[in-house]
């Protein structure tokens, strides 16, 4: 039976790892010398909630499950009693839930001040333009839920 070796017990030993370290396999910098590199520096800079929204992350973060369950329920109420009420919570829960989901992922990828200023300014113009586009669906056609069944009626 083979033993399995965890890598990081080897490296702790001052031991190269032979097959990550081949040339056939990796380029050099992937495999550096013990020593060279110095561990307890951070990668890059760690992004955190902003304090100016008055929440901490984990609030929002509970915040954001609870707007996905509603979501779920609203499914349901859609279906068995389509009207004004249920489009327009329709319409502001999936903006809500859109515009976190975009936040988050414009957290994770996008550097810099003047890029996250922008990107934040984008996210609200297209969050206040979903929002008002639904809202003037619901007022001047059938509504979001009466358009669905229409979708899939034949």
């Not at 031991?15 to 561990?39: E, F, K, N």
Request: positive net charge; aromatic residues 10%; charged residues 15%.
């Amino acid at each position: 039976m083979a033993s399995l070796i965890r890598l990081s017990s080897v490296w702790q030993r001052g031991m190269r790892p032979v097959l990550l370290c081949h040339t056939q396999l990796s380029r050099g910098s992937a495999c550096p010398r013990i020593g060279d590199v110095d561990y307890t520096e951070p990668a890059g800079r760690i992004h955190t909630a902003s304090s100016s929204t008055g929440i901490s992350a984990s609030q929002h973060w509970t915040g954001e499950r609870v707007m996905t369950l509603v979501l779920l329920g609203m499914a349901p109420a859609a279906y068995l009693c389509p009207g004004p009420v249920v489009d327009y919570s329709i319409a502001a829960a999936l903006t809500m839930h859109g515009h976190w989901g975009i936040g988050q992922v414009l957290t994770d990828y996008v550097h810099g001040e003047v890029k996250i200023k922008l990107a934040k300014v984008g996210i609200f113009l297209l969050s206040t333009a979903t929002f008002f586009g639904l809202c003037y669906f619901n007022y001047n056609d059938v509504g979001l839920c009466k358009a669905v069944v229409m979708l899939w009626q034949k």
